[in-house]
């Protein structure tokens, strides 16, 4: 399933209904780790109502950026939105198509890309030139079964992008004006993978569905299939290949309409998967990243029993353990996290409603 950027109607409650899937595992020795932090609500720009921040990536301390949409009515696009913070303040900035943007990611070098869709289905590619966001071609674009989900960034110049071709291929890359569409991994599925990640040691992972797979950069290896009940991912953490982490929700069997998800944290030893206990149980996690080593560091939340402050996990070396965001007068819904490379810092960037309504606006914590 794919991820719900906005949930709606959300009433009863909804038990995470986890368990081990197996047991036994010998995870490597945890490092030293960060420590609690205070969360702070950062103003963002106005924005025609029924908006969300998607995601959000920096640069350095003093340039990042963020995307989504506003102005969606229901299930009808808005238009795209996109910020940029220049170290003292966030600032709308291009484009201007009706549509959204649902990922974006940054190179140190002050390079972004971002990736999006307009109303008629057409797949777009930004690249920032340093003032503004410039369209970009790539093969496929505008044909018939070629989407675009999301973006990372390595060294050198160089992108990758998930998504799918006409021909099953869900890996574009990028490099000095050059796209190509990398061969197909050995997995029959039709959705496209809505989630990327670049590990440390250079490996590219897809994920979304049942797909979990990674490029090595000669070859795909695919994982067993994370399963869950209507579930959906939001964020995969390779600590190492026989250390992955996902982040996501499951809405289970049935149950009364309007029913909120269950938090789904997982953690995979590339040969299987197996259920983590999460501080809170009703909600979404939406997203997780690593410190400056790759492991594992914080994840975003939106707990339902308490909608006024985001509710961020940090890892303890351990065990996650909560960290809280700011009392808030609206709900905080937070739909991704960045960290802020050359700092101890990060981003998380999301809504004030749980719907698309007048109410929802962008929310911005760091």
């Not at 579930?231 to 909120?260: C, E, N, S």
Request: net charge neutral; aromatic share 10%; with cysteine.
């Amino acid at each position: 399933m794919r991820r719900r950027r906005f949930i709606s109607g959300l009433g009863a409650v909804a038990g995470a209904g986890l368990g081990s899937a197996r047991g036994g595992t010998a995870w490597a020795a945890p490092g030293p780790v960060g420590e609690a932090r205070e969360w702070q609500a950062v103003t963002a720009p106005e924005a025609t109502p029924a908006a969300q921040l998607r995601r959000v990536a920096a640069s350095g301390p003093g340039l990042a950026w963020a995307v989504g949409e506003e102005g969606r009515n229901g299930g009808v696009r808005g238009m795209a939105l996109a910020l940029v913070w220049d170290g003292a303040a966030w600032q709308r900035t291009s484009p201007d198509f009706s549509g959204y943007l649902g990922s974006v990611a940054a190179a140190s070098d002050g390079s972004a890309w971002a990736v999006g869709s307009d109303t008629s289905g057409t797949a777009r590619l930004l690249a920032w030139d340093g003032l503004t966001w410039r369209e970009t071609d790539y093969p496929g674009r505008g044909a018939t079964g070629t989407t675009l989900a999301a973006v990372t960034t390595g060294p050198r110049g160089h992108v990758w992008v998930s998504g799918r071709n006409s021909d099953g291929s869900v890996l574009l890359h990028g490099h000095r004006g050059k796209w190509t569409w990398l061969e197909a991994p050995p997995a029959t599925t039709t959705t496209p993978p809505y989630g990327i990640h670049r590990a440390l040691c250079g490996d590219i992972w897809v994920y979304g569905g049942e797909l979990v797979a990674r490029w090595d950069g000669e070859a795909w290896t695919v994982l067993p299939s994370p399963g869950g009940i209507r579930a959906g991912f939001t964020g995969l953490l390779p600590v190492a290949r026989d250390d992955i982490w996902l982040t996501g929700y499951d809405y289970g069997i049935g149950g009364p309409p309007g029913k909120p998800p269950g938090v789904l944290l997982l953690r995979g030893d590339g040969g299987a998967w197996e259920y983590v206990k999460a501080p809170f149980g009703v909600g979404m996690l939406s997203g997780i990243v690593a410190d400056a080593q790759g492991r594992p560091d914080r994840i975003a939340g939106w707990d339902f029993w308490d909608q006024t402050r985001a509710h961020y996990l940090r890892w303890d070396g351990t065990a996650w353990v909560s960290e809280r965001g700011p009392v808030a007068a609206t709900p905080v819904f937070m739909n991704a996290l960045a960290k802020v490379p050359g700092s101890d810092g990060y981003w998380a960037v999301g809504t004030t409603s749980t719907s698309a309504s007048s109410t929802a606006l962008p929310h911005i914590e760091r």
